[in-house]
């Protein structure tokens, strides 16, 4: 046979040997009974095969009809799965931003959720890396990024305060009565818990705090903030933490702070960067608002 049957004949035939009743089939494709029954007769007649045994009140496959059914089903079922995907895609509305793990983690994802909800036709598709975006070579709609200033050539809006502040375990300050505000020397031998992208973290905090005979750099060195900020949890020693992205954990207790002395490194902070010109995407416009909206000064 060199030409494929009629897509209305094929349909007739699928819908009735699903259902196995020509009346059903007619309600389901809202044509008469009769109808259903000369498109399966002209199906029958094109391809020179019975598919259906027809009794006085009843309908059966025949053996070759089961097997073109099967065929025949899955045809219709790829063709209704590309047109679900074509049309949803349609209604869906992407937005690509770019982070660091941690950030992402510990402060964008736990509040994610209430974008989601505000916004459920706005897909967020969230990368990170530690490396600097180029929006030039990039497909990213917007980044997430720790930064003095960024360039005054694109948009930037700063999202929450970045300070430095020693956090352990409540079991570790225990077993460490003596780290305290009075004796900042008794980090001494302490494990100090480091990420190896901040390495200059202690130092920076041990400095400001006017803390002497420390070596910054002892102790242990976990890939990210994440898994040193894990560490700390389970005891294994005390990590130089960016505050706001440990704020559930202090909340929560299971990390404690034993120096009250907070770093502020004023304008080194996160930002949402973007090419000007990507607020006129409304998926953006949306994000950003969202973002400003719950950035604020306590993080």
């Given at each position: 046979?060199?030409?494929?049957p009629?897509?209305?004949a094929?349909?007739?035939?699928e ?16 044509v008469?009974?009769?109808?259903v029954?000369r498109?399966?007769?002209?199906l029958?007649?094109q391809l ?7 009794g006085h009140?009843a ?17 219709f079922e790829?063709?209704?799965t ?15 931003i770019r982070?660091y793990t941690?950030?992402s983690?510990?402060w ?8 989601h909800?505000?916004?459920p ?15 030039n070579?990039e497909?990213?709609?917007a980044a ?5 200033a960024?360039?005054s ?5 700063r999202?929450?305060?970045n300070?430095l502040?020693?956090?352990c375990s409540?079991?570790?300050?225990r077993a460490?009565?003596d780290l305290n ?14 990420s190896m ?12 705090a006017g803390v002497?005979g420390?070596n910054?750099l002892?102790g242990?060195?976990?890939?990210s ?5 894990f560490a ?11 505050r706001?992205l440990?704020?559930d954990?202090?909340r929560d207790g299971?990390?404690v ?5 907070v770093l502020d ?6 930002y949402l960067?973007y090419?000007?010109?990507h ?13 400003l ?7």
């Amino acid at each position: 046979m060199r030409t494929l049957p009629s897509l209305n004949a094929l349909r007739a035939f699928e819908v009735c040997g699903r259902l196995l009743s020509v009346q059903l089939a007619a309600n389901e494709l809202n044509v008469t009974p009769a109808a259903v029954s000369r498109q399966i007769k002209l199906l029958e007649d094109q391809l020179g095969v019975q598919l259906f045994e027809r009794g006085h009140r009843a309908i059966a496959l025949t053996p070759m009809g089961e097997r073109y059914l099967a065929d025949v089903a899955r045809g219709f079922e790829t063709m209704r799965t590309a047109t679900i995907n074509l049309t949803e895609a349609r209604r869906r509305r992407t937005l690509k931003i770019r982070g660091y793990t941690t950030f992402s983690m510990n402060w964008l994802l736990p509040r994610l959720s209430t974008f989601h909800r505000e916004h459920p036709d706005i897909e967020v598709s969230l990368t990170t890396s530690l490396q600097p975006v180029d929006f030039n070579t990039e497909d990213v709609d917007a980044a997430i990024r720790l930064s003095h200033a960024p360039s005054s050539d694109i948009g930037s809006d700063r999202l929450v305060p970045n300070e430095l502040v020693p956090v352990c375990s409540p079991e570790f300050l225990r077993a460490h009565p003596d780290l305290n505000d009075a004796t900042p020397g008794s980090l001494r031998g302490v494990p100090l818990l480091h990420s190896m992208a901040r390495r200059e973290d202690w130092a920076k905090w041990l400095d400001a705090a006017g803390v002497r005979g420390v070596n910054p750099l002892s102790g242990l060195s976990y890939e990210s903030s994440v898994l040193a900020y894990f560490a700390a949890t389970q005891g294994h020693g005390i990590a130089m933490a960016q505050r706001v992205l440990v704020a559930d954990q202090l909340r929560d207790g299971t990390l404690v702070t034993p120096f009250s002395f907070v770093l502020d490194q004023g304008a080194f902070t996160y930002y949402l960067v973007y090419p000007r010109e990507h607020l006129s995407k409304p998926e953006l416009a949306a994000f950003r608002n969202w973002l400003l909206s719950i950035g604020d000064a306590r993080g």
